[in-house]
């Protein structure tokens, strides 16, 4: 396909959903969008296994379950974004915090100051949510009795994962606060929102056609989903209309447009885990950040964590807040960068290059196309591709880019702000080399 096919291709797109482009930079003479192109699919037989796994994975929103129930998780174990910490010492504040409430929220503790001892007593272990297949957001703790998200393939139900509920504004977990409001708030979303939820998606709820339509109109479905929030939002709300508390559930999607980045992760997640186990495989099939280290899992060798440290990302404060109150890049939503969207499909959200352009890289809007593997069908419109390899990070010699919240390492503030996080090439190299090494 030539550049002329490739612009026209582009041009018809953009009449097909509707929608008038708008771009933060100057467009040169012959400018092609860059996800637009050909791709290239991988020449290890191993990763185009694991590519043709995932892109057969259909992800439905099918329920909702308590932690507990969902992967069996004990009344003593909290599940947190990121790989494992080696020790209690070691948990960095805002994932502290988060763990504080859970636990009072869970029955576990009384107040946060005994939630605290039961953490650095032993009594009560930390591990990372992916290794349940869970994914939290930023600082967010899972506790058993907190629901969860069922997201699973549409055909191979054994293909699932899960998620907590998107908190909206606020004192939201995610934001590793620890007070009295944040109890407040967790109380609400499970005592409340929660079993509305579980009632609208019965019939289950497609997750694809959603997100397609969603980056259509400028979503990255990671760092901007407020087109997907109004698009689940309308295939619920005849549901929630006719609930006694559905008045409420309604007004609280409705202000908090990142309602649908939640499911996303899920179905993220349970997109990628379709090629798990898959033999020699460097295809990524998790990623995520604690705020002290950044890692990755591949498909050919699931369960071991390959991992760096995690620098804070290069963002912008919305707070009034020297720079070294950053935390190092923290939360499991990377997972929605490894598929390929977010920062990887920031060429197709005009308002995201518009808030994030400036902290990009010199190829911050090529990267998606150069590192991910093949075309989704339900994206072909627009040429988007999904799947990204460490042999493929490798052989560029590229690491992929995360967009992702910056949170106050002291646990004080909550959020400062957001920004990009490149992701050391250390973790290609390495898990590229497991996968060769003798056994």
Sequence with gaps: MDAASRVN???????????????????????????????????????????????????SWAAMQSAGDAVNLPENTLLHAGPAFQDPSEVVQPILNSARVALVFNGNASDFDQAEDLIFSGKVSLEPAQDYDVVTPLAAVVSSKMLLHRVQDESDTSIKAFSPINGGNGPAPRLGICSPDAL?????????????????????????????????????????????????????EPRLRTHGRGKESVSFIEDGPSFFLNLWMAASKA?????????????????????????????????????????????????????????????????????????????????????????????????????????????????????????????????????????DKQGETGRLGGGIFEQPMSLFTDSTNALTAPS
Aim: glycine share 10%.
């Design 271 to 407: 997109i990628l885990l379709g090629a798990k186990g898959t033999p020699e495989s460097s295809l990524i099939i998790t990623a995520a950040a604690n705020g002290r280290e950044t890692g990755i899992q591949v498909a050919g060798l699931p369960g071991k964590w390959f991992t760096a440290p995690a620098s804070p990302p290069n963002g912008d404060f919305d707070v009034d807040l020297p720079r070294s109150r950053a935390l190092g890049a923290i939360g499991d939503s990377a997972i929605v960068d490894a598929l390929g969207f977010g920062a990887m499909a920031m060429s197709f959200s005009p308002i995201q290059q518009q808030n994030l352009g400036h902290l990009l890289p010199s190829d911050g809007l090529t990267v998606g196309a150069m590192l991910t593997s093949s075309l989704h069908p339900d994206f072909t419109d627009l040429g988007l591709s999904i799947g990204i390899t460490a042999r493929a990070c490798v052989d560029a010699n590229r690491a992929p880019l995360v967009s992702l919240g910056i949170l």
């Design 184 to 236: 407040s708030h967790l109380t609400w979303l499970h005592g409340s929102l929660g079993p509305v939820l579980a009632e609208v998606c019965v019939d289950g709820i497609s997750l694809l056609d959603i997100a397609a339509q969603s980056v259509r109109e400028g979503d990255d479905c990671h760092g901007r989903t407020p087109v997907g929030t109004r698009l689940l939002l309308e295939k619920i």
């Design 9 to 59: 291709l582009w041009k018809e797109s953009r009449r097909i959903s509707k929608r008038r482009p708008l771009f933060c930079i100057s467009l040169k003479p012959g400018y092609v969008p860059p996800r637009v192109v050909l791709k290239k699919e991988p020449t290890h037989a191993a990763d185009k296994e694991a590519l043709s796994r995932i892109l057969s994975v259909k992800p």
